[in-house]
């Protein structure tokens, strides 16, 4: 039998464990190019890293800076006078829609100008049943028929591009937190007008946070879809850009804690249709946010805000949010002359 001195055996405990390391250096590389074969695309693999989508503060300054020289902007032509033509609401749910409907909707019959028309009805597409809201070709019919007898068409429907010049595009927003808070108990307290109550689950709106419930908090593309649409790149990176991008589009993009304002902007820049909607909504102001509060609505909790405030949808939200502010108030500044 061969003896080995110490010394003999220490050196081969060493070869040994420099050729075990070895083949697992190796092993670990070959594992990760497998990885990079099956990674996904960048643009998506990337998404959810700050670094690959910077985002701005969500406290960042509101005040849009003054245009220069080379992008001009006179508010005048956004006055559109005339009654041929048929305005596209594609609103967000819980903003105040149903309030400028009922408002809009009482004013043009009194004047004699037309009807309104709900722009929500599921439609078959495919045996999975899509809906009308979530189809793009198929709304561009619905509203091209709609227009034959409707001054206002409003619905949660996503975005699509305008293609005649009749066509108005109207919406309003939310801030994102009060938007999901108010979304979130009106699905199960509904307000004085709906009953929802679909679901039994009582938990409130702080406690779904604090225990990361996955239903408690929209997703962004929930948010972007009424300015991006239905595109698959309005569920990637890019939704945010396309989103700004299409809000070129409207006419008027308000606030629903600038509601008034709204109102006002609609009243001057279709003067024609809606003479007279402000006066109408502030005669009927507390009757009208009476009918749609939603029910039972708690908090939040400071904590709630800072937790989701941390959230990446939640940033998204809240920069294309603070994009849509500025330009309403500049809008407003320089169509009716004061902040």
Known sequence: MMAFTFRELFLMTVVFTLVFIGLLDLTELKENRVKETKREPQHIHNFNTRESWPLKSITENENEPTPTKTEPFDCSKKVLGGTDYTIIYNVMPKTGSRTFTTLSNQLTLRNG???????????????KSQTLRQNSSLLKSFYQESSKDAVLIRGHNVFVLPWESNFIFLNTIREPIPWMISLYYFARNGDSKIAMGT????????????????YCVPKFDQYL??????????????????????FESYLVVGLTEEFRSFIQLIEILLPDIYEGILADYDQNVEQLHDKTRTKAKQGPLDETVR?????????????????VKRKFHRLHRCVVGEE
Request: charged share 30%.
């Open 307 to 323: 937790n989701l405030k941390e959230r990446r949808d939640v940033q998204i939200m809240y920069e294309f949010y603070n994009f």
């Open 225 to 246: 879809k009424y300015f991006c649409g239905d595109s698959p790149l309005c569920r990637t990176h890019e939704a945010l850009s396309i989103s700004k991008s299409n």
């Open 113 to 127: 100008i037309g009807k309104h028309k709900e722009g929500r009805s599921p439609v078959i597409l495919t045996p």
């Open 199 to 214: 679901t039994v689950d009582d938990t409130s709106f702080d406690e779904c946070v604090a225990r990361n419930l996955s």
